[in-house]
Nanobody, 119 residues
Framework: VQLQASGGGLVQPGGSLRLSCAAS????????MTWVRQAPGKALERVSS????????YYADSVKGRFIISRDNAKKTLYLQMNSLSSEDTAVYYC?????????????RGQGTLVTVSS
């Protein structure tokens, strides 16, 4: 199983970014998928989840109305469109299998993408 997030970077407050997660080594279309994030000095947080066909979604209250999760099963890729970003969104973002995945940091070593929101 391989999950590699990309698309992070430095963005100004109020800006947008689109994250991608390339999946391999498992049946992507048969799995619920989730974005989690870890802000500096804080625990991992579940951000957004999506069902197998893309219709069922979940958003944390902190991102509801600003972030949009989507997936392309043919490309085995998960996306997170992030709008109206604020400094509180600064974190390393990871993708994971499952509707409520593990929040153990040891399960996410080296596969995330850093998003920094700063002016």
């Amino acid at each position: 199983v391989q999950l590699q997030a990309s698309g992070g970077g430095l963005v100004q407050p109020g800006g947008s970014l689109r994250l991608s997660c390339a999946a391999s080594g498992f049946a992507f279309s048969g799995n619920y998928m989730t974005w989690v994030r870890q802000a500096p000095g804080k625990a991992l947080e579940r951000v957004s989840s999506i069902g197998r066909d893309g219709y069922l979604t979940y958003y944390a209250d902190s991102v509801k109305g600003r972030f949009i999760i989507s997936r392309d099963n043919a490309k085995k890729t998960l996306y997170l469109q992030m709008n109206s970003l604020s400094s509180e969104d600064t974190a390393v973002y990871y993708c994971a299998r499952g509707w409520v995945p593990s929040l153990d940091p040891d399960d996410y070593r080296g596969q995330g993408t850093l998003v920094t929101v700063s002016s």
